[in-house]
């Protein structure tokens, strides 16, 4: 504890002896300055009221540069959460694969983990953002996809709900439903193991609320369809930028990759006897994986899932090399024209730790909830 505390009380004053030689002074009063540069769009639902698209976290050049930060951090967000959710599907899938009966699935699972694993992510997010999504068509030119997705220069326009009231009613609606559902779940593995009932009345309940709650996701939040209203001008919808889009492109596939490594060493963890016993009740490979095999592996699964997590989180930081408008880009331009490298360096480190940390205090909780508890 000396130790700790010498090093540091040390770094502190020559952290302060080195600014007082600089004629500089610590502070955060620059974050009330005028910031005088503009930031991209990166996510823009589109607004009915204002008739135009606008992000989540709208800025102006004119804001301060307490609120340029904030956008960026918005904008880091937003990458982090859809790169999690996507890149935990897309890894799953890809680790099962590599246990399919189908050689092609199983060897271009393999293929496509080799090749992503030992490319460097920043040269990975080069490609996507120069040789795919800058190569995109003119906005006259525009990609379709099934009326439902377009792609040009301009971005990508696609399918989105409509901020309304309507909507918030149906996500609370489909919140509760699942919650009803998880306990009907429940309800139903208790009755058929402890009380040796067949289970068939829950089972319809599931299949009934499962049918109400997937015609609230499909008609209750107001999906709306882009609308072109003239040659590359789109309203309705949600707009991706070109980079977001590569960015979350390449973290995405970048690090499912390694998920999909953590979910095969899980699932290679789980006992020979295991798959032996299910294959003895007759169970097909599908329901064997689904009901016996992945559940177990989850509590091997989890603890390194954590750490890709917190990787995607940092690595989100290279979409300052495509122009991105995350957090460390805008800090960036942010400490060039405050001249205050130190000051915001610190806000920087302090925001990616407190992102991380929370990211680890949710993977523990979820770890100690799989793990086998001793009666």
């Not at 095999?293 to 989180?313: C, E, G, H």
């Not at 408008?325 to 024209?337: G, M």
Request: hydrophobic fraction near 50%; glycine fraction near 8%.
């Amino acid at each position: 504890m000396i130790a700790v505390v010498s090093v540091g009380w040390l770094l502190i004053y020559n952290l302060s002896a080195n600014m007082q030689r600089a004629g500089l002074r610590f502070g955060f009063d620059f974050l009330g300055n005028q910031a005088s540069f503009s930031i991209l769009d990166s996510v823009a639902p589109y607004d009915v009221n204002r008739t135009s698209y606008r992000s989540f976290f709208p800025y102006v050049s004119t804001d301060s540069y307490g609120r340029v930060l904030q956008a960026g951090l918005i904008n880091t967000l937003v990458m982090m959460i859809s790169g999690i959710v996507l890149t935990t599907i897309v890894g799953t899938v890809v680790g099962i694969l590599q246990f399919s009966d189908n050689w092609l699935l199983r060897k271009g699972s393999q293929l496509y983990i080799e090749i992503i694993r030992n490319t460097p992510l920043l040269l990975q997010l080069f490609f996507w953002y120069s040789a795919v999504f800058s190569q995109l068509p003119r906005s006259e030119d525009r990609l379709n996809f099934f009326g439902i997705l377009y792609a040009s220069k301009r971005g990508l326009f696609m399918i989105w709900p409509t901020n309304t009231p309507l909507l918030w009613i149906s996500l609370g609606l489909l919140v509760v439903g699942k919650i009803g559902f998880l306990m009907l779940w429940k309800r139903r593995t208790f009755v058929m193991v402890e009380q040796g009932q067949s289970g068939q009345p829950q089972l319809y309940g599931l299949g009934i609320l499962a049918m109400v709650l997937l015609l609230i996701f499909c008609f209750g939040l107001g999906w709306k369809v882009p609308e072109e209203i003239e040659p590359g001008t789109f309203q309705q919808g949600l707009r991706l930028s070109l980079e977001f889009s590569a960015l979350l492109v390449g973290l995405v596939l970048y690090t499912a990759a390694f998920i999909a490594e953590i979910v095969r060493a899980g699932i290679q963890s789980v006992a020979q006897g295991q798959w032996e016993a299910a294959r003895a009740l007759g169970l097909h490979s599908n329901l064997t994986m689904r009901l016996v095999v992945f559940p177990q592996a989850l509590r091997v699964i989890i603890p390194p899932l954590n750490s890709q997590y917190q990787n995607l989180a940092k690595n989100s930081s290279l979409g300052a090399a495509i122009a991105y408008a995350e957090l460390y880009n805008v800090a960036n331009t942010t400490y060039n024209q405050s001249g205050r490298p130190i000051d915001v360096m610190i806000i920087i480190a302090i925001t990616y730790l407190s992102i991380n940390m929370l990211i680890s205090f949710g993977m523990n909780t979820l770890n100690r909830l799989v793990q086998i508890k001793e009666r």
